[in-house]
């Protein structure tokens, strides 16, 4: 994939006076391009001077980096203890059949990442779905078909 | 805008402030937290808006976007003074109506009063709601007042005067004796006296120090921390300035989860403005003491909400934790003397400098002083943020104020400390909650998640999920957390799934004790205490996994099956319509038949049932 390398250049500008701000940097590449291109982390390493191992122990440590492409709708499940308790593995199993993919995984058109989270501080809400940065709560079986469903629809429309 | 350049600047624009802010003119507070936005509260905000500017309305109405009430359940809320009139589960079109009869007319909206759980009568203002009542809420108090945005309405309410007082009255070594003698313990879980920190690393020799904020809540069900950095960030960034000039602090981080993105927002403007008046940054308040921060965003690591992690995440590493032989006080951040507290605890300290350490340590026990948030959560009416006074019961927070158990059934237990620590039951619920005595019932304060579970909750797969949690969680370099975690979840596994022996309970414990021993850092030897306190307090709910293959609460799906009571079931058909794997067969208006091979045990038919004819056993 084809990595346009200015976008790199300019982020590691803003962080280049700063000390070992690796992992600001890190974040802003990874939602700019929505994970860490290979081509990107290379020039990391080479401007900024830092092994590329350690990019790559970074990036593997910390749970908000990818390094493979994600989707074009991030949909998180919160696992937090509130919503296990009240029923979120089974809104995660709906979704997780819906798409055929396991947690962590994206569609193979790139449209859809599904991934677990633990707790994202609307516990009143659970089971809770976080849908592109949407928070969408009280969740039962019938009303996570209806959300998948809404979006389905919206997908067809655009495409 | 001008920098205010003394003490006396900043208290003569208070008082224009105060002096400005007429209290009969009517103003609407909208509770726009997380809770609440999630809710629908920014469209309530948008038709209030619309409303004022569409209609030119005889009167003058101030509306105030604020951080979290902590009534999430109820949200969105809406306050509305002068009066306190409180309504809940406020939605967009109900806004016309409010203006119309509550603003202009004077005139209660029944249907929008809270109505009490269990006297079922209406409560027309915020000060009478059951759930606010038995509450003591230092910290969250001034969430409903101001707009976390404006600086100006912090220093409305006092804001900065704890500041003011320390740069005019107090040396660093006084300041530092009055936290020692209020008692202020450290609000991240451990409580380790904060002025003894203070004084350590007062004491430490080097000319470069640093204060730390950890704001990075990463215990699932907690979210009081999100709550004050989004709804009064200036009250956690004036207690890290007073703190820097305590001990002499030049540079302090705030290390805030990405995940809480209005967090970020609201303390990068609340930084802005502070640097804009001259309350951050060089000559501060023109005084001698400089002193600027720095936010730092989390990569979604929970062990970095450990200390040393943490600090290993600030200086770009992986957030791995050291051994701690040498205190952080001494040789932190970049080997540098450095303060470490927790979002709770920063806020804490301009209360104290303000109201005296002695107002502080009478409220709350022995040892544990001052107040905690809870965030009350799980099977309970009022879930929410909850600040009480240390050493209030289990039984007064989840009946008197949350509101007891919803659909009337039973409280079975509390897990409060988040996946460090542990369940405690339901006999033990007149525990008085200090930092002492959590740890003696096995558990401990931790962040301040209090889980409520109700009969339906199976303790042992609570624990497997805490622990299957924690064994995420493991950063991987030490052998007893990483290896002792796995090896204990599979065991819990396999207890779930019917496969277990009862020696495997035996297992469990030789295992717990090393992790114990022998962790590097508290996620390590925390991460039993959820599986030793449930063995303890519920052997026999284990015993019925292993020995009997069953799950008397009905939640491990290889352990029960779903059958329909042929006497309750009407023969509606909507089990048959939702079933995913057409396991439910029967005509319309006779009772259906569960074919057990064809189950998936998805629970889809016990949503649906409004006869209550799906049985588990």
Known sequence: MNVDLGKVDKLIDKYRDEEAAYIPLLQDINSEFRYLPRDALKRVSQKMEVPLSHLFRLATFYKSFSLVPRGEHEIQVCMGTACHVRGAPRVLNKITQQFQIYPGETTADQKFTVETVNCVGACALGPLVVFDGKYFGHLNLSRTDKLLEGYHEENKKSS | ?617
């Open chain 2, 1 to 617: 805008m001008k920098k205010i350049k003394s003490p006396a600047e900043l208290e003569k624009l208070r008082e224009t402030l105060v002096s400005q802010n007429n209290t009969d003119k009517p103003w609407v507070t909208i509770c726009c937290g997380t809770g609440c936005s999630a809710s629908g509260a920014l469209d309530v905000v948008s038709s209030f808006e619309k409303a004022i500017k569409e209609k030119n309305l005889d009167i003058d109405i101030t509306t105030k976007v604020t951080g979290c009430h902590g009534f999430c359940e109820q949200g969105p809320l809406v306050v509305i003074n002068p009066g306190n009139i409180f309504y809940c589960k406020v939605k967009y079109e109900d806004v016309e109506e409010i203006i119309k009869e509550t603003l202009l007319e004077k005139k209660l909206i029944d249907r929008l009063l809270y109505v009490d759980p269990l006297s079922q009568e209406k409560v027309k203002t915020e000060d009478e709601v059951t759930f606010y009542k038995k509450q003591l809420r230092l910290l969250l108090g001034n969430n409903g007042m101001i707009d976390p945005t404006d600086l100006y309405d912090y220093l409305g309410i006092g804001g900065y005067g704890a500041l003011n007082k320390v740069l005019q009255e107090m040396t660093p070594r006084q300041v530092i004796e009055e936290i020692k003698n209020s008692g202020l313990r450290g609000r991240g879980g451990a409580g380790f006296p904060t002025g003894i920190k203070w004084e350590s690393s007062y004491k430490a020799e080097g000319d470069l120090k640093y204060v730390i904020c950890n704001a990075d809540e990463g215990d699932p069900g907690c979210f009081q921390d999100r709550s004050i950095l989004e709804g009064n960030p200036h009250s956690v960034l004036e207690g890290m300035i007073i703190g820097a000039y305590a001990v002499d602090s030049g540079q302090g981080y705030i290390y805030v989860r990405n995940e809480y993105p209005l967090a970020v927002k609201n303390f990068s403007t609340a930084i802005e403005k502070a640097r804009d008046y001259g309350l951050l940054g060089e000559n501060i308040l023109g005084s001698s003491f400089s002193f600027d921060v720095k936010i730092c965003r989390g990569g979604g690591a929970f062990v970095c909400g450990e200390s040393s992690a943490l600090i290993a995440s600030i200086e770009g590493k992986a957030g791995e934790p050291r051994d701690k032989y040498i205190h952080a006080t001494e040789k932190g951040l970049h080997d540098k003397p450095t303060v470490l507290n927790n979002v709770k605890t920063w806020a804490t300290v301009p209360l104290i400098i303000e109201k005296s350490a002695e107002w502080f340590s009478n409220i709350g026990t022995e040892k544990s002083k001052g107040t905690m948030i809870f965030s009350l959560t799980g099977k309970v009416n009022n879930t929410g943020l909850v600040e009480v006074p240390m050493g209030i019961t289990l039984k007064e927070l989840v009946f008197e104020i949350g509101g007891g158990i919803p659909g009337g059934k039973n409280i079975k237990a509390v897990q409060t400390g988040g996946p460090s620590g542990g369940c405690i039951p339901e006999k033990l619920l007149d525990l008085p909650l200090d930092y002492e005595k959590l740890i003696e019932a096995g558990s401990m304060m931790g962040s301040g998640g209090m889980i409520v579970m109700d009969e339906n909750t199976c303790v042992v797969d609570l624990a497997r999920y805490f622990l299957s949690f924690t064994q995420d969680e493991s950063c991987g370099k030490c052998i007893p957390c990483r290896e002792g975690g796995k090896q204990m979840l599979s065991i819990l596994n396999n207890i779930t799934q019917g496969k277990g022996q009862e020696k495997d309970l035996d297992l469990i414990r030789e295992i717990a004790s090393v992790m114990k021993d022998g962790s590097l850092c508290a996620l390590g030897t925390m991460a039993p205490n959820p599986v030793l306190t449930t063995l303890q307090y519920f052997p026999d709910e284990y015993l019925a996994h292993i020995r009997d293959k069953k799950c008397p609460a009905g939640v491990c799906q290889a352990l029960i099956e779903y059958f329909i009571d042929q006497e309750a079931c009407n023969g509606c058909g909507r089990c048959l319509k939702v079933c995913p794997s057409e396991a439910i067969t029967g005509h319309k208006e006779e009772p259906h038949e569960l074919d057990q091979d064809k189950c998936i045990k998805c629970g889809a038919c016990t949503e649906v049932c409004r006869h209550e004819a799906i049985l588990v056993k």
